[in-house]
Every structure is written in C-alpha cells, then in structure tokens.
C-alpha cells in the first residue's frame, strides 16, 4: 500500500519528476534517458519504486514495461516548495521572499510583466 505523497521530494526524486512533468507518462527507459546524469537502470528503477512507495508518482503495471506517471503537477509541488521556504527563511514575509528571488537573478521583461499581473490580480481581489 502507498504511503502518503512526502512533504518533499529529495533531489534526485526531483529530477525524475521534472523528467515525468516534461515527458508525461514514461517507462524506465524513458526516465532515464531525460536524466541530466548518467545512472543505471536498476538505480532508476529503485528510486521509481520508492518515489511509488511515497505517493509521488504511480505505476501502470498493465504492460510488460511499467509506466510511471507523477501523482502531481509541477505547480502543486512548487507551491509546496515555496510555502515551505517562505515559512523557514523568511518567516512567512511573502514581500520579502520576492525581494530576495529578483535581487538573485534578473528578471527578463517578460517574467516582470507576470509578476505585475499577478500583483495586479491580487490587488483587485483584495479590494
């Protein structure tokens, strides 16, 4: 039985779920030919395994290569991994979070047009 979805996946599990999210449902194989690194197949295997033991993807067993698929999307998982670091280092400061993130790297015009429309929506909700 699956235990439930890990607050957060570790980094290898990561990468596997943004080769999941960008491939959709995929075999082994699959996975591991859209990882970055070199890893062997029985590594992969394991780490799917496990990952399907966590709840943080499923597999279809249905064939004779197993499809594995992610149990959630990219947006739900960042969600997670921004809620989790907007509360341990920046005790919950959501201005300050969005400071620190544009001062790090800069922002092309269109990801700062994004940013305005989102300001601007939640503005409008909160009115």
């Given at each position: ?8 996946p570790?980094?290898v ?16 194989r699959?996975?591991?030919e859209g990882?970055l690194?070199r ?8 780490m799917?395994q496990?990952?399907a ?28 991994f ?10 919950g400061?959501a ?13 092309t ?9 989102v300001i601007d ?7």
């Amino acid at each position: 039985m699956a235990r439930r979805a890990a607050r957060r996946p570790t980094e290898v599990e990561l990468e596997i779920l943004k080769v999941l999210w960008e491939r959709g449902p995929s075999t082994v194989r699959e996975v591991r030919e859209g990882l970055l690194r070199r890893v062997a197949h029985t590594t992969v295997l394991t780490m799917l395994q496990i990952m399907a033991e966590k709840g943080l993807v499923e597999c279809d067993r249905s064939s004779r290569a197993h499809v594995y698929r992610a149990r959630e999307g990219r947006p739900t998982v960042a969600r997670r991994f921004a809620h989790d670091l907007l509360n341990r280092v920046f005790e919950g400061s959501a201005p300050e979070l969005v400071l620190y993130a544009l001062q790090g790297k800069k922002a092309t015009p269109e990801e700062l047009r994004e940013i305005r429309r989102v300001i601007d929506e939640m503005e409008r909700r909160s009115k």
